[in-house]
């Protein structure tokens, strides 16, 4: 079967630097998805890795090891804002996407 | 720019009454349609996909069935619901312009109980 495993919730301070890990299991793969989530709100895209490597978008980053099937989120100068949930999606080889279950992420000040 | 509106945003329903929540996009044509659901402390469920008016995928067999009556409209419905069906129901399209990378936008959600 497909799987995704993230970390179910996770601490941390404001202003500190967190990652968040993902780690997959599916059939095929063209792309790595990750999207932030607000308690009762939509999903929204914060980034897309397809090759290894590290992928930095302001104070957010995004790696992927295709050969490892490992994926993290890192979050620097971390805000209140940025209590939320953090899904990581894989795209499978039917370009289907398969979904993990998220990562409530808590910051205390 | 390009929107998704769903409604109801909130609803509570008794078992075995039906439902209807509708989709509609603004600012893109022809677009493929998802909706998914997402049940707490569980990954989003792809329920059912569009590539044009009536033209609907089934990806899990439940009670639920979806219509595309117009190309950005998008309605999921049922006729008996079951409590299994609370959750989160969210409508999605590819943004404008992202290619076929796998990237989703979505609407604001409906959030259904049922008691």
């Known amino acids: 079967g497909q799987n995704i495993d993230q970390p179910t919730e996770m601490t941390a301070t404001e202003g500190a630097i967190v990652q968040i890990n993902c780690t997959y299991q599916t059939s095929g793969f063209n792309g790595l998805f990750w999207y932030q989530q607000h308690a009762g709100e939509a999903p929204t895209f914060l980034s897309y890795?397809?090759l290894d490597g590290l992928e930095e978008k302001g104070r957010f980053s995004s790696f992927l090891s295709r050969s490892k099937g490992y994926s993290y989120l890192l979050l620097k100068e971390l805000q209140m804002k940025d209590s939320a949930s953090y899904l990581c999606a894989v795209l499978d080889s039917n370009y289907q996407l398969i979904w993990g279950a998220g990562t409530k992420l808590i910051i205390k000040p | 720019s390009q929107t998704i509106h769903q409604w109801p945003a909130t609803l509570v329903q008794p078992v075995g009454s039906p439902l209807s929540l509708e989709c509609t996009v603004e600012g893109t044509s022809n677009p493929n349609l998802y909706w998914y659901r997402q049940a707490a402390g569980r990954g989003l469920q792809l329920l059912f996909y569009s590539v044009g008016i009536g033209q609907i995928s089934s990806e899990v067999p439940q009670n639920l069935s979806a219509s595309r009556p117009q190309d950005r409209q998008f309605i999921l419905s049922s006729k008996k619901l079951l409590l299994s069906d609370s959750g989160f129901y969210l409508c999605?399209?590819?943004?404008?312009?992202?290619?076929?990378?796998?990237?989703?936008?979505f609407g604001e959600g409906s959030r259904l109980t049922v008691l």
């Open positions: 999605a399209c590819p943004p404008a312009g992202s290619g076929d990378t796998g990237e989703l936008f």
């Open positions: 890795n397809v």
